[in-house]
């Protein structure tokens, strides 16, 4: 090690730390934390190994520094972002590129050396008075082909704590590598605070270096911002996996029952706030994860993997009807952190979960009493709609056998699904892989959401559910996804779903659960035990079949004349969505490959010969049925 980095370590850090960090036998690692400390300032540090009682002291930590509250329940924790740190920062958040390095116009990105010199400004002496956190983590299970470590130096107690729900413990696993291989690096200050919440939000910045695998974020809480090794590694992962040859998706992963006990393995893309978790939570079948997941062939086998071990997900409409399994972990002691819901006589409350709210207590805008506005006159919901559970997938009793093991699940089928009231079915399969990629991911759009900041319910491309993480030229990662599956020995079947078509009235024409019978089916489909009936846009069930699935899976009657009016094909819709499509991808995109154009066109000439020999809308019964 340098003089210098040494010397900065030998002062900041006491001998039990200093020695922890130097057990870790890789220079590059001594030197991140070095420089962070000389930067930033903090006014100790501790090194956190994977032992329990490290473990438990960060979870004190944050109670003690007020960043969490304790509940009623046992093990609960309430912890409150400031009123305008509710969600990503899409816009203040940039990819730092080298001159000459263009990632396209739909990649917010900001040259190298500008941007450093801003954040670090911003860091400078941020953690003055603070304690600095420094924490291992491993993405992907340990021991495995899909492991990436990652270093996060945190002075929010409650960000650390965080991470030790969500991911794998991975201070053994830096001390195992040495100095060998790449690693991810995060720095995190909550900046300065007012009443334990970033005072400056203002500044807030998450900055990503691309060359050098580091994350910066300053003068925020909010997890999606400041939990490093959730999107902002998902950046990170994405071009390594674009070096490496696999793929890196915001997906779940999960385990589908079907028939004589056989298990499917799914993986899903949904924006955020689209019923991703809710679909990865389906009671009865097993979760593997919920968010993030990375795919590789390993034998010429497609294997996926969580790169997480928890769940940040949104407590809305959890209530025991919609969300039983969730709901059961939230309510009973154990360890669950809650963030932004409304806290009366230390009990947490949230929009949707199925009882009546207390009328006042103390949320995301401090005291708060029914009916109260901000400066804006915006009424202020007693639980933000972005609130969120953290809670680790350990706790759960869904969790799949599988979950940790290093050569991931077989991915059988791969799921997307966007927030659509007027164009897409419930469910459909696609033709192939290449037309699922593109039609169904590559061509996702959904209406905005409160996950991230700025206005809702507006239509938005939404490539693969991943846009706000794609760190390539988009055009290369959808090229990507299309190789994933040369060489395969077998092929993943995509399906594209829509839980959030809308009626005459625009009330949803489905009910929360339904969601389960297409994911029954598709199930049958991999397998190919039900049959199909061709469209334009892709295989759509048989009524039969959704009859007696809904039967057997909901107890419900599902009729004739819902299948007609959910699995029509809206010719103009779809028409107009391509025509929107096609534009981006001409207009936003400049390295499109050539096959997204084919297929999309292909799309067009089918969905203009229906429209000759059918109008606008086509009833599902005419279609011929496919072997
Ligand atoms: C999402 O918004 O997609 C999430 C939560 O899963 S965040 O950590 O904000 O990304
Ligand atoms: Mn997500």
């Not at 930067?39 to 540090?45: A, K, N, Q």
């Not at 769940?311 to 952190?337: A, C, H, M, S, W």
């Amino acid at each position: 090690m340098s003089q210098e980095y040494q010397s900065i370590l030998e002062s900041r850090l006491t001998p039990r730390d200093l020695e922890r960090l130097l057990a870790l036998e890789n220079a590059k690692l001594h030197r991140f934390v070095a420089e962070s400390i000389d930067l930033c300032d903090p006014e100790s540090v501790f090194v956190c190994t994977d032992s329990p009682e490290d473990i438990a002291s960060v979870r004190r930590l944050a109670v003690e520094t007020g960043e969490e509250t304790p509940l009623a329940l046992d093990g609960h924790t309430v912890h409150f972002d400031g009123y305008h740190d509710q969600g990503r920062d899409k816009d203040r958040t940039k990819y730092l590129v080298p001159p000459g390095v263009d990632l396209g116009a739909s990649l917010n990105s900001l040259d190298k050396e500008e941007g450093l010199a801003e954040v670090r400004t911003l860091l400078e002496g941020s953690m003055r008075g603070r304690k600095v956190l420094v924490r291992f983590f491993c993405l992907g299970p340990t021991d495995s082909v899909f492991s990436i470590s990652g270093v996060q130096l945190t002075d929010s107690a409650y960000v650390a704590h965080s991470e030790d729900l969500l991911y794998r413990s991975g201070y053994e696993q830096f001390k195992r590598v040495g100095d060998s291989g790449e690693f991810f690096r995060v720095l995190h200050s909550a900046g300065r605070l007012e009443g334990n919440v970033s005072a400056d939000v203002g500044k807030r910045r998450v900055y990503i270096d691309l060359e050098d695998d580091i994350v910066y974020s300053v003068n925020t809480q909010y997890a999606g911002n400041t939990v490093g090794f959730k999107k902002l590694a998902l950046r990170l992962a994405i071009r390594k996996a674009d070096r490496e040859g696999w793929l890196a998706e915001h997906m779940f992963v999960m385990g589908v029952g079907g028939p004589g006990g056989r298990k499917t393995y799914f993986a899903g893309a949904f924006p955020s706030a689209c019923g991703k978790t809710s679909t990865a939570m389906l009671p009865g079948e097993t979760i593997v994860g919920d968010d993030i997941a990375y795919f590789r062939a390993i034998d010429a086998d497609p294997r996926a993997v969580n790169v997480e071990g928890g769940i940040f997900g949104i407590i809305r409409d959890v209530n025991p009807k919609d969300d039983p399994v969730i709901y059961e972990v939230l309510t009973r002691p154990g360890e669950v952190i809650f963030s932004n819901v409304l806290v009366n006589e230390d009990r947490p409350y949230w929009l949707g979960m199925g009882r009546e709210l207390p009328a006042e207590g103390t949320n995301h805008s401090g005291h708060w009493h029914a009916g109260d506005t901000d400066e804006e006159g915006n009424e202020i919901t007693p639980s933000h709609k972005n609130a969120r559970y953290t809670v680790a997938l350990k706790d759960l009793s869904n969790l799949d056998e599988l979950a940790d093991d290093p050569g991931g699940v077989p991915l059988h089928a791969v799921i997307y699904g966007g927030r659509d009231s007027d164009t897409s079915v419930p469910v459909q399969q696609s033709f192939d892989w290449a037309h699922g990629i593109v039609t169904m991911g590559a061509g996702l759009e959904s209406e905005t959401t409160s996950a991230t900041l700025g206005r809702e319910g507006v239509r938005a491309w939404q490539p693969m559910s991943n846009l706000d993480f794609i760190s390539l030229p988009l055009g290369r990662y959808i090229q990507n996804n299309l190789d994933f599956a040369a060489g395969l020995k077998r092929l993943p079947v995509i399906f594209g779903v829509n839980y959030f078509l809308r009626g005459e009235n625009r009330g949803y024409l489905n009910a929360m659960d339904d969601k389960h019978v297409w994911i029954k089916w598709a199930e049958l489909r991999v397998h190919g035990e039900v049959r199909a009936r061709r469209t334009p846009t892709g295989l759509i069930p048989l009524y039969l079949d959704l009859q007696r699935l809904f039967q057997e899976q909901l107890g419900r009657h599902f009729s004739r004349d819902q299948y007609a009016e959910q699995f029509q094909t809206r010719i103009r819709e779809n028409l107009a969505k391509l025509d929107r499509i096609v534009w981006i991808f001409r207009k936003q995109v400049h390295d499109t490959p050539q096959a997204v154009f084919d297929i999309l066109e292909a799309q067009r000439l089918r969905l203009e010969e229906a429209m000759a020999e059918w109008g606008d809308y086509v009833s599902p019964f005419d279609y011929a049925r496919d072997e």
